[in-house]
């Protein structure tokens, strides 16, 4: 009895080409991709979801890709493309936190507070971008939001096929619209604090002309951090959940539901 493997070549190109593409956007992706969790933990991530998705997503594959090596190194870049660029402009989504959080703290007299960002390469940046990125991320998992980012793996089979020419169009179109949204989404989100803000450092300057006797910037320090935290407490519910929704909304724009 003669055991025939000839399909077992086929079916690890099939299986690299896929994880090429899911394992590119799972770094890249938010909640999934975040720096925070462990580098190995995100590749057993993808390569789990590339077990799964096999049996779906590889009959979108041409069968005979042993047979051609030089269209098996075109189809490889092309999925390691469709993945960079899906993956990166999805990532764009969650720097709206950051930048929402560096005007916030800029307006409460917190800009000065800097620490490591634990989700977005541990770079520098505002204190309370840094808290509103961490609570995103809490937030999505705990809302099952995730799923819909799984979902956006799943149908960027049916959205690029592997194959076809990437809609370059498409996607730049794509990424320069979300990275329009994230500063207006941004400044939306602070809104609150920008016109708390105008209002206080207003009636400081009418304080200082009626009282020029008066030291208004050791008053007005700690008067205004203590503000905008009150500020952030009340809104800190209504900013979140307003920012989940987009969340989902721009997430969805890759699914093809």
Request: net charge neutral; glycine share 8%.
């Given at each position: 009895?003669?055991?025939?493997?000839?399909?077992?070549?086929?079916?690890?190109?099939?299986?690299?080409?896929?994880?090429?593409?899911?394992?590119?956007?799972?770094?890249?992706?938010?909640?999934?991709?975040?720096?925070?969790?462990?580098?190995?933990?995100?590749?057993?991530?993808?390569?789990?979801?590339?077990?799964?998705?096999?049996?779906?997503?590889?009959?979108?594959?041409?069968?005979?890709?042993?047979?051609?090596?030089?269209?098996?190194?075109?189809?490889?870049?092309?999925?390691?493309?469709?993945?960079?660029?899906?993956?990166?402009?999805?990532?764009?989504?969650?720097?709206?936190?950051?930048?929402?959080?560096?005007?916030?703290?800029?307006?409460?007299?917190?800009?000065?507070?800097?620490?490591?960002?634990?989700?977005?390469s541990g770079q520098q940046g505002a204190l309370i971008g840094n808290y509103l990125s961490i609570l995103a991320v809490t937030l999505i998992f705990v809302t099952d939001a995730h799923?819909?980012?799984?979902?956006?793996?799943?149908?960027?089979?049916?959205?690029?096929?592997?194959?076809?020419?990437?809609?370059?169009?498409?996607?730049?179109?794509?990424?320069?619209?979300?990275?329009?949204?994230?500063?207006?989404?941004?400044?939306?989100?602070?809104?609150?604090?920008?016109?708390?803000?105008?209002?206080?450092?207003?009636?400081?300057?009418?304080?200082?002309?009626?009282?020029?006797?008066?030291?208004?910037?050791?008053?007005?320090?700690?008067?205004?951090?203590?503000?905008?935290?009150?500020?952030?407490?009340?809104?800190?519910?209504?900013?979140?959940?307003?920012?989940?929704?987009?969340?989902?909304?721009?997430?969805?724009?890759?699914?093809?539901?």
């Amino acid at each position: 009895m003669t055991l025939e493997l000839s399909f077992l070549p086929g079916i690890a190109a099939m299986f690299m080409l896929m994880f090429a593409r899911l394992g590119t956007m799972v770094m890249l992706l938010p909640a999934l991709g975040e720096s925070s969790i462990p580098a190995r933990m995100r590749l057993s991530i993808a390569l789990a979801l590339t077990l799964v998705l096999y049996p779906i997503a590889s009959s979108s594959y041409p069968a005979d890709l042993m047979t051609n090596l030089p269209r098996l190194g075109v189809l490889l870049a092309g999925e390691f493309m469709i993945g960079f660029a899906v993956g990166l402009t999805a990532r764009m989504i969650t720097s709206a936190l950051q930048t929402a959080g560096t005007i916030m703290a800029s307006q409460i007299g917190l800009s000065f507070a800097m620490g490591s960002d634990l989700t977005n390469s541990g770079q520098q940046g505002a204190l309370i971008g840094n808290y509103l990125s961490i609570l995103a991320v809490t937030l999505i998992f705990v809302t099952d939001a995730h799923f819909l980012v799984i979902a956006a793996l799943h149908d960027s089979f049916k959205l690029f096929p592997p194959g076809n020419l990437m809609p370059i169009g498409d996607i730049t179109k794509v990424a320069v619209d979300t990275f329009a949204y994230i500063f207006s989404i941004s400044v939306r989100m602070s809104a609150p604090f920008i016109v708390v803000g105008l209002v206080f450092y207003f009636g400081l300057g009418l304080l200082n002309k009626l009282m020029p006797q008066m030291q208004i910037f050791f008053i007005s320090m700690p008067v205004n951090i203590t503000l905008g935290i009150a500020l952030l407490l009340v809104l800190i519910g209504t900013i979140m959940n307003w920012y989940l929704t987009h969340f989902a909304e721009q997430i969805g724009r890759f699914t093809a539901g």
